[in-house]
């Protein structure tokens, strides 16, 4: 990080937090007004992830003079707002209630909504309607989670996608070669949903990430073109299409929800496709849309 985004940064952020803590009180008396709350509602169990430094490979298809590269590694420093994650993926029961209410589409399922099994076979338009009737069900504010935040909840759990070719190689074949070995030696796992707890937590108390259920992340698809010095020279963004995270990333369009009939899943699908969400108080939720990525 260079001396002067440094600078930038410690005479933006005072700025931006007085701005969007400047209706923090406002909001916290509305949220008292928020809708109908539904007492037998409750949500999942949670973790609190401190701001801590962390490294990951970003998301995203990155390519320089053309050819597919690895994504660069990001440093993220330890600072910022705590995370506030549920610690399972939603459960089979918590979304039936959402379908209950007509809120949510019916899941694809042979046996009745279990309460200690994750949901499966969501698509993010699933996950987003589920958390719009969560928050409006409890007073409270969730959300998907991004991919950097889910790689800041998993920690080592969290996958790096990297294959490890030179990256000034000019012969597309070597890195086919790479990818057709690393997808080879992958192995296959039983897709049948196991009760919560069974694929063990990281180190934060994130629980069954990187297990037989991949999750929908907020963080729309993308493809950078890299300049010589790493930067990203053009981006293209396709929202539409989103980052799901687990064993590896994998791209999926959000209406999919059998992960194997397609959806741009990039390499070996997804065994399920499954989400958790974050809550924000109400003044964070405020915040965080006067913050931008790099808080």
Known sequence: MTTGTSSIRSIALPAILLVALSGGVASQVKSLTFA???????????????????SYRQDGEFYRNGFAVDAPLLKVEGKGIPLTIMKYQVSEADYERCVEVRRCNPADRSVSARS???ATGMSFDDATAYAAWLSEATGEQWRLPTDREMAMAAGE????????VDTDTTNPAIRWLA???RETRRKPMDARPQPAGSFGEAES????FAGNIWEWTSTCHRRVELGSNAGATKQDVACGVYVTVGRHRSP??????????GGCAVGTPPANLGFRLVRDEPWLARLRRHLPDWI
């Open 116 to 118: 200690n099994f994750p």
């Open 252 to 261: 999926m369009s959000s209406f999919v929800r059998e992960p194997k009939s």
């Open 157 to 164: 759990k969290f996958p790096d996608d990297a294959l490890g």
């Open 179 to 181: 990818d057709y070995d």
């Open 36 to 54: 109908a709350r539904d007492s037998s509602v409750e949500s999942s169990p949670t973790i609190s992830v401190l701001p801590h430094e962390f």
């Open 205 to 208: 108390g994130l629980a069954d």
